[in-house]
Antibody
Framework: EVQLLESGGGLVQPGGSLRLSCVASGFTFTNYAMTWVRQAPGKGLEWVSTFGRGDDDTYYADSVMGRFTVSRDTSKNTLYLQMNSLRVDDTALYYC?????????WGQGTLVTVSS | DIVMTQTPLSSPVTLGQPASISCRSSQSLVHSDGNTYLSWLQQRPGQPPRLLIYKISNRFSGVPDRFSGSGAGTDFTLKISRVEAEDVGVYYCMQGTQFPRTFGQGTKVEIK
């Protein structure tokens, strides 16, 4: 059974940083791309970043380019999202998903609130 | 960026009756590999989204056969043949053909 467990969310002031983690199980982590998607309160879904099959195979939404960095640790089956220079409009539930061109499985999400 | 436009944004339906949601993309979703990476996702209240349909018309594992997808190029449709109470939620189309990945605004399905 595929499981994705996100953590690391919380309350942070504008300009601050957070690192989200997503521990994956139930599939061969190194064989699949992984994607972060976020959902602001009461809003729709927004693609954030995708980690492909290699360290150089990363993609970002314009809204987070230069501030967020996606990475993975294959020894821990864990996907990360380092978020710097956070803004109020980054407030959202952040989902970790398995997939590249289709998002097969989703975690429960971790809530990031950026507020002073 | 490819813009995904869904209609309607709200769909009140009677239990047991059909429902249909349209999704239009601002450019063709046909990939250079010949596939069309159009997916449909369902988000029930308080739950994360889940994949229903991928590559236009393929039902994902465990998805009931009352859900079906169709379309080509830039116009796509999700149909629910007979709406059940558990189908209440918001439905999104998503394109995986090009970066950035983009979603439709979402269509809320509710029971009349």
């Amino acid at each position: 059974e595929v499981q994705l467990l996100e953590s690391g969310g919380g309350l942070v002031q504008p300009g601050g940083s957070l690192r989200l983690s997503c521990v994956a199980s139930g599939f061969t982590f190194t064989n699949y791309a992984m994607t972060w998607v976020r959902q602001a309160p009461g809003k729709g879904l927004e693609w954030v970043s995708t980690f492909g099959r290699g360290d150089d195979d990363t993609y970002y939404a314009d809204s987070v380019m230069g501030r967020f960095t996606v990475s993975r640790d294959t020894s821990k089956n864990t996907l990360y999202l380092q978020m710097n220079s956070l803004r109020v409009d980054d407030t959202a539930l952040y989902y970790c998903t398995k997939g590249w061109d289709l998002l097969q499985y989703w975690g429960q999400g971790t809530l990031v609130t950026v507020s002073s | 960026d490819i813009v995904m436009t869904q209609t309607p944004l709200s769909s009140p339906v009677t239990l047991g009756q059909p429902a249909s949601i349209s999704c239009r993309s601002s450019q063709s979703l046909v990939h250079s590999d010949g596939n069309t990476y159009l997916s449909w996702l369902q988000q029930r209240p308080g739950q994360p989204p889940r994949l229903l349909i991928y590559k236009i018309s393929n039902r994902f594992s465990g998805v009931p056969d009352r859900f079906s997808g169709s379309g080509a190029g830039t116009d796509f449709t999700l149909k629910i043949s007979r709406v059940e109470a558990e189908d209440v939620g918001v439905y999104y189309c998503m394109q995986g053909t090009q970066f950035p990945r983009t979603f439709g605004q979402g269509t809320k399905v509710e029971i009349k």
